[in-house]
């Protein structure tokens, strides 16, 4: 069982904006500013997309952005397309024996 | 091109051992901290251990805590995980990754199968 929580399936339509939300304790997403967002094809590596909340690394599309406000995150993607259909974790940093914690993943549909 | 390469991966009998290998080129190894990650058949990602530079921090997700071991060597740019006393639920396949706590860099993985 994931220490964090997160939506199973996230849809919508090309064009339109998606938000998965990543929930977790005072311990780990509202103690520090410790969230990332991973994109995963099946069978593939996960990828890097948002780091630190909301900071995206180089390559990295401006249609995805991240923020957070108390134990919750939040991975936005704007203008949704195709290519975006995907699972997608989160991660955080947590004071607990575990010290990174992932989400059980979100999978993204394009409608 | 900066990239991980993992070895190692095998189907292991329970209670067996194995050693994952990972290839670090086009960047400073030496540099970065360094983890892996595991991800089930079907399931979700896992973090599982992550090293310091030097080598001199190591932490391990609990449930192999005293029967893996992560380890590197920064002349050979590589990474090691020493697993031992396997389960079947270690089963996964398993990710290099640089980095701690965000990992920029991750490998194709090694299959690491655990069944009599």
């Known amino acids: 069982q994931s220490a964090l929580t997160q939506p199973a399936s996230v849809s919508g339509s090309p064009g339109q904006s998606i938000t998965i939300s990543c929930t977790g304790t005072s311990s780990d997403v509202g103690a520090y500013n410790y969230v990332s967002w991973y994109q995963q094809y099946p069978g593939k590596a996960p990828k890097l997309m948002i780091y630190d909340v909301n900071q995206r690394p180089s390559g990295v599309s401006n249609r995805f952005s991240g923020s957070k406000s108390g134990n919750t995150a939040s991975l936005t993607i704007s203008g949704l397309q195709a290519e975006d259909e995907a699972d997608y974790y989160c991660n955080s940093y947590s004071t607990s024996s575990t010290r990174y914690v992932f989400g059980p993943g979100t999978k993204v549909t394009v409608l | 091109e900066v990239q991980l390469v993992e070895s190692g991966g095998d189907l292991v009998q329970p209670g067996g051992s194995l050693r994952l290998s990972c290839a670090a080129s086009g960047f400073t190894f030496s540099s970065y901290w360094m983890s892996w990650v595991r991800q089930a058949p079907g399931l979700g990602l896992e973090w599982v251990a992550t090293i310091k530079q030097d080598g001199s921090e190591?932490?391990?997700?609990?449930?192999?805590?005293?029967?893996?071991?992560?380890?590197?060597d920064n002349a050979k740019n590589s990474l090691y995980l020493q697993m031992n006393s396997l389960r079947a639920e270690d089963t996964a396949v398993y990710y290099c990754a640089r980095g701690a706590g965000w990992w920029d860099i991750w490998g194709q993985g090694t299959m690491v199968t655990v069944s009599s």
């Open chain 2, 58 to 72: 190591k932490y391990y997700v609990d449930s192999v805590k005293g029967r893996f071991t992560i380890s590197r």
